[in-house]
C-alpha cells in the first residue's frame, strides 16, 4: 500500500549505504520486507472466499497486483517527500542520489499502472467486475494517500482505507455477493492499521503517551474486531471452541506488549521498534484469521511470510 510506516532514524534500520544504482538502493526505496504484509491480506481475503488457493492463476494474479500497488506505494511516498528528505534524511535513496529522480518516478507510477492492470486481468479471467474495480480504487487510494492524505489530521483513516481496499482485492474473484462479513474482515484490518499508522506517526521524534496510548487502543480494536467475524457466521459458531478467544487474547497480548513498553518509554528507538512489531503482526493476524475458512494449512502458509519478511529486515529497513 502507502507508506504505512512513517519515517525512522538508523535505530531500527541497516546502517549500510549501497552506492549508486546499486540494487540494495532499490530495494530500500521499495521497502521490500513489507510487501509480504500485503500479501497476507490478499491471501487472507482469497482464502475466505474460496477455502484455499483455487483457482491458481486468479489468486496469483491478485497477489501480484497487490504486490505491485504496495510497492508503488513505497516508491511514491519517497518521491513525494523527496524535498522534506533531502533535509531531514538525506541518506534516502533519492535525495541521495542512489537512485536518479527520473527513474524513481517511472518505478513508481509504473508499478501501479501494472498493479491495477493486472487486476483487470482477473476481471478478464473470472467475468467479475470486481477485481479490476477494486484494483483501481486501491491505486487511487494509495496515490492521494502518498500524495495528500497522510500529510492530515485524518491520513491515518487514509491509510486503513488502503489496507482495507487490500483485503477486499484478494475477495474480489468471487461471483458470490458480498456480505456484511466480507466488509466486517476488511474493516477490522483496516483498523488495525489506522492504529498503528497514528501510533507511528511521530515515531522519529518525542511521542506523546496519550497518542501512543490511543492508538495502541485503536489498534487492539482491529484485533478484537477480527477475532469477533466467525460470530457473524451462523454455521461456524458450533466449529470454534472457547478457545479461539484465548487463542486471540494472546495475540492481542503479543500486539500490545511492545506498545505498552513504547507508551511507559516513548523513546524514538522504543516507538520504532513497536511501530515494525506491529506492522510484522499483521500477517499472524491475517493467517490466524484465516483458520475457520482454511484451516491450519493455509493458516501456516500465510504467517511463513514472517520468514522472508523478518530476514530481508535485517539488510533492507522497513520503515
Known amino acids: 500500500m502507502a507508506e504505512i510506516e512513517p519515517e525512522s532514524t538508523s535505530a531500527v534500520r541497516p546502517t549500510f549505504e549501497p552506492g549508486r544504482g546499486s540494487p540494495i538502493a532499490y530495494l530500500q526505496l521499495l521497502r521490500l520486507p513489507n510487501v509480504f504484509t500485503a500479501l497476507a491480506d490478499v491471501m487472507l481475503g482469497f482464502v475466505f472466499t474460496h477455502g484455499g488457493g483455487e483457482p491458481a492463476v486468479p489468486f496469483a494474479l491478485l497477489l501480484a497486483a497487490s504486490s505491485c500497488i504496495y510497492l508503488a506505494g513505497m516508491v511514491l511516498n519517497d518521491l513525494f517527500d523527496r524535498d522534506i528528505d533531502a533535509v531531514e534524511r538525506p541518506g534516502r535513496p533519492i535525495p541521495s542520489g542512489r537512485v536518479p529522480l527520473r527513474v524513481a518516478s517511472i518505478l513508481g507510477f509504473g508499478l501501479l499502472g501494472l498493479g491495477v492492470v493486472l487486476a483487470g486481468a482477473v476481471t478478464g479471467l473470472t467475468s ?9 480504487a ?4 494509495v496515490l492521494l494517500y502518498d500524495r495528500w492524505l497522510k500529510r492530515m489530521p485524518f491520513g491515518p483513516f487514509g491509510m486503513g482505507a488502503c489496507r482495507m481496499l487490500n483485503v477486499l482485492l484478494g475477495m474480489s474473484a468471487t461471483s458470490e455477493s458480498w456480505q456484511p462479513v466480507h466488509w466486517w474482515i476488511a474493516g477490522s484490518v483496516g483498523l488495525y ?7 507511528a506517526r511521530t515515531e522519529a521524534s518525542a511521542s506523546s503517551r496519550v497518542q501512543l496510548s490511543l492508538a495502541t487502543l485503536v489498534m487492539l480494536a482491529g484485533v478484537v474486531a477480527l477475532a469477533r467475524y466467525p460470530y457473524l457466521i451462523d454455521d461456524l459458531l458450533v466449529e470454534l471452541p472457547d478457545r479461539w478467544i484465548l ?3 494472546v495475540l492481542a497480548g503479543l500486539v500490545g506488549w511492545r506498545c505498552v513498553r513504547a507508551i511507559a518509554d516513548p523513546r524514538p528507538a522504543n516507538v520504532q521498534a513497536a511501530v515494525k512489531n506491529s506492522i510484522l503482526s499483521l500477517i499472524v493476524l491475517d493467517a490466524a484469521a484465516a483458520v ?3 484451516g491450519i494449512y493455509w493458516a501456516l502458509v500465510i504467517l511463513a511470510l514472517i520468514v522472508p519478511a523478518t530476514i530481508l529486515g ?3 529497513y522497513s520503515t
Open 314 to 316: 535485517y539488510w533492507v
Open 128 to 136: 467479475e467486475l470486481r477485481p479490476a474495480l477494486v484494483g483501481m
Open 193 to 199: 492499521i489506522v492504529g498503528v499508522t497514528w501510533f
Open 247 to 249: 487463542f486471540w487474547t
Open 138 to 141: 486501491l491505486a487511487v487510494a
Open 292 to 294: 475457520p475458512a482454511g
